[in-house]
Every structure is written in C-alpha cells, then in structure tokens.
Nanobody, 121 residues
C-alpha cells in the first residue's frame, strides 16, 4: 500500500508564491514518476506538471515559466514551486505517483487527496 500526501496549499494574493509538497510513503520500492494535477470548481482535472525519476520535467503551457517542479527520489518527495500566481490557478492540486511496490512488476498510479490553492484578485 502506498500513501500519497500533499501539503502547502493555502490562500495567496495575485502575484504571490506557494510551494506544494507531495510525499509517497508505505511499500514504495521505486518511484517512476510524479505529477501534479489540478481541478477547479466545475472543471475537469488537468495536468499541471510532470517529472520523471531522472528529473525530466514537462509543464502545461499555462504554467510554463511560473511553476517549477522538482523531485527527491531518495525521499520519495516532489515539490511544486508556484510563482506569479493568478486567480485562474485556484484549484485543488492533486499529486499522482507512479510507483513500483514489492510483488508487482509494473508501476501503479497512486493519488493523494489534494490540497487547496486559492489565489485572490
């Protein structure tokens, strides 16, 4: 069993910054990749940023140049530094982890419960 927990959400003014952190714990053997998704009220879940175990990152066009994703494989932890926040960044941010656990060859996806980010105008 793998537990994924996000932290760092909160209320910030337009132009402000926040840092989100995600930690995977439990029976984690290998982390293949981690990603941040977000879901605003009334909208679908969208990919914000992705990072592989080797540190290769991809970003949604809407956050390029403002958000930075990083990973610490040894600690099973990922962070998302969010700068120049806009009201449209307001959403629940979810962490997705692709991890290999003992006894299962292929990586499986695990999700956290999310952390709320609210950007006031």
């Amino acid at each position: 069993q793998v537990d994924v927990v996000e932290s760092g959400g909160g209320l910030v003014q337009t132009g402000g910054s926040l840092k989100l952190t995600c930690t995977a714990s439990g029976s984690v053997f290998v982390i293949n990749s981690m990603a941040w998704y977000r879901q605003a009220p009334g909208k679908g879940r969208e990919l914000v940023a992705f990072i592989s175990s080797r540190g290769i990152a991809n970003y949604a066009d809407s956050v390029k140049g403002r958000f930075t994703i990083s990973i610490d494989i040894a600690k099973h932890t990922m962070s998302l530094r969010m700068n120049s926040l806009k009201p449209e960044d307001s959403a629940v941010y979810y962490c997705e982890t692709n991890a290999v656990v003992p006894g299962i060859e292929d990586g499986m996806y695990y999700w956290g419960k999310g952390t709320l980010v609210t950007v006031s105008s």
